[in-house]
């Protein structure tokens, strides 16, 4: 497993195309993740509205700063973390496309180191 240093330094990111999920055992259940959706939503409503694609750096910083259970993102960190790990950009935009992020919280954003095990 690697980390990003600095504000993203508990993000557990593999170093194949494919994340670190957390647990099962650790994730919300469907009713967490819908509000967190609707939060997130709501910040991006206008883009909703007109049907545009929202800057993905600030997307994925309300996304995980609005979840207690991640680790704090600054946008450097979050910039750094899309252009370096391509397949979170694609669940990313999925997200976006499905208007749910359960995934993107999934993806091993977790305040608490993953032991690698628990990667997929």
């Known amino acids: 497993m690697d980390s990003i240093a600095g504000g993203v330094s508990r993000l557990s990111i593999s170093e194949s195309p494919a994340m670190a999920r957390i647990p099962q055992a650790r994730d919300l259940d469907d009713e967490g993740h819908q509000a967190l959706d609707k939060t997130v939503l709501k910040i991006f409503n206008l883009h909703v509205k007109f049907n545009q694609d929202p800057d993905w750096v600030s997307l994925l ?60």
Do not use: H
């Open 61 to 120: 910083l309300v996304i995980v700063n609005n979840d207690t259970r991640l680790s704090t993102l600054s946008a450097e960190g979050a910039n750094e973390l899309l252009k370096r790990e391509s397949s979170l950009m694609a669940v990313l935009q999925k997200g976006w496309v499905d208007r749910s992020f359960r995934e993107v919280r999934r993806l091993g954003v977790s305040p608490y180191p993953l032991p690698s095990d628990y990667c997929r």
